[in-house]
């Protein structure tokens, strides 16, 4: 039975069909790939804005604040000035406590750890104020030590402080990187999806086509036109015919599934776009110098802090391997070889960077490679950030152990619970006990001092004041075992909540053998005086009474001319007699004086005046004592003297033209009292004013002014005994005021 056109034409729709339904399935499968792509970059970009950033930006805010602590935290421990210390922790310990270094326990642990010590060191400071303010602004060794120490126990915080921000910047570049990877796949894939379904719409259409190309032209034509128009973006709608309207349906629905996909697409590129400005935003403004390279170190990309860190314009025409100092290039080469070779993926290293003016910056570098699966790096990305303060820091602690070693006495430092152990010394300590200091830090207080057994060590460190400092005498057993005699200074410290005992040794044979000789000088002045006392004025005495008996037996015998002379003699005996006492009384006064206690400086002045009352009343003089005399420690005789000396030079170098008037005033000075004695006599001129002071130094003959020319100089030996000074302000022909020093009744009981 032959067969027609018509019969043929359900066979031709089947297969149209077919043609459509594989269409169809095709295109839903090219579309719902598409939509699965989509939606996994849809969900990496979300995922990019809702966790990944914010982990990103929570990561630079904490290396900021950390940089901002290490900065402040050196500020408190190195600081001259208090007010910017004191500020500086402040700052400090706030920073402490921001919200941006709470986000990680680790973090917030070490964070912590570093208040705390930064709360120590603020007291170690304060410490150092009080003792500096005590000695009224001096550089106390105390004070010098607590601020040492206050750097030391900062030191470790700040390589605390750097790793967390080496590991905060590990973090960031790792999730940059893992980003970037994530968001290249997906935009790879999408692009092959693309392209799939492209090569596979073209493929069945031109399969339809060959099959109706004479059965159904027009329609397909039609059809085509619009899919040509779809794939150009055009929006209208063209009709089919009859016949094939249900097909040509499928066809014209399926153009407009690619059109809309198509639009989704372009969105979602849109959207990748943002994402990768906004990773680029943040690489741009990160505090911390981060770098893109290529495998032969040839800068790529550059964000503006590692600009400034080298102080370069742009970085394209950079390499690396040129920027690196060439001694910390040899020590990065092992590790840049077993990054190539795929032994490791990153390395870090404190290196030099050489910038635009040739100078050279410390950064901690961290490098971390890009790589394709197993294939050699193809880029790196290093983050540098600047440890210049810190690695200045560290060559200042180097030069300061330097000096203390070189220091030549002895210093130590003790654990006072391990039975006074030794724990450190310089080499002068070695030097002293004759000893390594190996074999010196294994030793206790017993083995090197016979007069402290292990009960005695603990008794020693019984309820001690904190930064108490204990200045003893003892003796040591040193190489050879000598037994020789030391001083020993012994301070109460603690260094992270544990206590020692530092201070330093001194070998007082010297001084022992200087104190003999003096001790030995005293005894012999001592015998001189008292053979002053006695043998050599009982000789003057008789010379002055046979000479006063020979003028008065035969006065009548002798001319004016005899009697003058005898006369001459007798004064001579006199004046020697007078000075041999006062000499005397020179001598005397350490050996006799008593014990200082407080004394009323009123009552001392009224007893000098009334010791003086006939000169006073027979020169016509005036002694005038200020209201408010203060209490004074002092030996009172002496004190007595002393005033009686400079007031009754007030009376004898009077100015013919007018009457004495003579003050005694006081005015505080620190823990001391200035005593003021003023007159209107003759004046000194200011060349004198030392020479007065020395013994048997006169400025005028014996035939003007009566005297020896030692009564100055008791003034002086009495001040020095209390522990003052004197001196004399004065021009000649306008006065003289005296003035000395005494320690106040109510310090002196304090101490």
């Known amino acids: 039975m032959q067969t027609t056109p018509s019969d043929r034409l359900p066979s031709l729709r089947r297969r149209l069909a077919a043609i459509g339904i594989a269409l169809a399935v095709a295109v839903l499968a090219v579309l719902g790939a598409m939509l699965v792509s989509g939606s996994t970059t849809h969900r990496v970009v979300e995922d990019s804005r809702i966790h990944t950033v914010p982990r990103i930006l929570e990561r630079q805010r904490a290396t900021a604040n950390l940089e901002r602590l290490i900065r ?47 709360r120590q060191v603020v007291g170690k400071r304060e410490r150092a104020l009080t003792l500096r303010t005590a000695t ?13 120490e206050a750097r030391e126990l900062w030191m470790p915080q700040e390589a605390i402080l750097v790793s967390l921000q080496g590991k905060l910047a590990d973090d960031g570049v790792r999730l940059m990187v893992e980003r970037f990877d994530r968001v290249a796949e997906i935009a790879d894939l999408t692009r092959q999806l693309a392209i799939g379904a492209a090569v596979l719409i073209l493929l069945i259409l031109a399969a339809a086509t060959l099959i109706v190309w004479r059965n159904l032209l027009l329609p397909v034509l039609q059809v085509a036109q619009t899919m040509r128009g779809t794939l150009d973006g055009g929006a209208q709608e063209r009709s089919l015919p009859s016949p094939a309207t249900a097909e040509m349906a499928v066809m014209q629905n399926a153009a407009v599934q690619l059109r809309e996909a198509l639009h989704r697409a372009a969105l979602r590129e849109t959207a990748l776009k943002a994402s990768e400005q906004r990773l680029s935003s943040i690489f741009a403004t990160s505090e911390a ?111 300061i ?20 152990r030794m724990v450190w010394a310089n080499a002068a300590t070695c030097r002293h006990f004759g000893t390594s200091q190996k074999h010196l830090l294994t030793m206790r207080i017993p083995d090197w001092d016979p007069n402290i057994d292990a009960p005695a060590v603990e008794a020693m460190w019984q309820n001690p004041e904190p930064l108490s400092t204990r200045v003893f005498e003892t003796t040591h057993r040193v190489a050879g075992g000598d037994i020789i005699p030391v001083e020993v200074s012994a301070t109460w410290l603690e260094h992270d909540g544990r206590p020692y005992v530092a201070g330093y040794i001194r070998d007082i044979r010297d001084r022992n053998r200087m104190l003999m000789a003096v001790r030995r000088s005293n005894e012999d002045l001592q015998q001189f005086a008292y053979v002053a006392s006695h043998d050599l004025q009982e000789p003057l005495r008789m010379v002055a009474s046979f000479l006063q008996l020979l003028e008065r037996r035969y006065a009548d015998r002798l001319d004016t001319a005899g009697r003058e002379y005898i006369q001459f ?50 020169n016509g003089g005036r002694v005038s004592l200020s209201d408010g005399l203060p209490m004074v420690m002092g030996d009172q005789p002496q004190l007595i003297r002393l005033l009686q000396n400079l007031i009754g030079n007030a009376l004898k170098y009077r100015a013919p033209d007018r009457f004495p008037d003579i003050t005694v005033s006081a005015q505080p000075h620190g823990d001391t009292w200035i005593i003021a004695v003023s007159d209107n006599g003759i004046g000194i001129a200011p060349q004198y004013h030392d020479r007065i002071f020395m013994i048997f130094q006169r400025l005028h003959g014996i035939a003007a002014y009566e005297g020896t020319g030692i009564g100055l100089a008791i003034c002086k030996r009495i001040v020095e005994r209390h522990g003052g000074e004197i001196w004399v302000e004065s021009q000649e022909n306008t006065g003289s005021t005296f003035k000395f020093t005494l320690h106040a009744a109510d310090t002196a009981a304090h101490e």
């Open 289 to 399: 110098a981060i770098v893109l390279s290529d495998a032969q170190g040839q800068v790529m990309q550059a964000n503006d802090s590692f600009l400034r860190l080298i102080d370069h314009d742009k970085a394209l025409d950079l390499s690396l391997d040129h920027l690196t100092h060439g001694d910390d290039a040899a020590r990065e080469a092992p590790l840049l070889r077993a990054m190539l070779n795929g032994e490791t993926d990153r390395y870090r290293l404190d290196k030099r960077l050489r910038r635009h003016d040739g100078s050279c910056v410390w950064v901690d570098a961290s490098v971390r490679a890009i790589r394709d699966g197993d294939a050699p790096p193809h880029q790196f990305v290093t983050v540098a950030i600047d440890i210049s303060e810190r690695m200045r820091a560290e060559q200042e602690l180097h030069f």
């Open 72 to 118: 402040f935290g050196w500020i408190t421990a190195t600081a001259t000035s208090a007010h910017d210390w004191r500020q500086a922790s402040v700052t400090a310990q706030a920073l402490a406590y921001h919200p941006s270094l709470s986000f990680d326990d680790e973090v917030r642990r070490q964070v912590m750890t570093v208040h705390a010590i930064i």
């Open 136 to 148: 009224h602004g001096g550089g106390s060794a105390e004070a010098q030590e607590q601020d040492r």
């Open 569 to 618: 003699a007798v004064d001579g005996a006199v004046r020697m007699k007078q000075l041999i006492e006062d000499l005397l009384a020179y001598s005397r006064i350490d050996s006799r004086g008593l014990q200082p206690q407080p004394v009323d400086l009123a009552v001392i002045a009224q007893a000098a005046c009334d010791n003086l009352v006939s000169a006073i009343a027979e």
């Open 401 to 420: 152990r330097a000096l203390v070693d070189q220091s030549a006495d002895p210093i130590y430092c003790l654990d006072p619970l391990d039975g006074g």
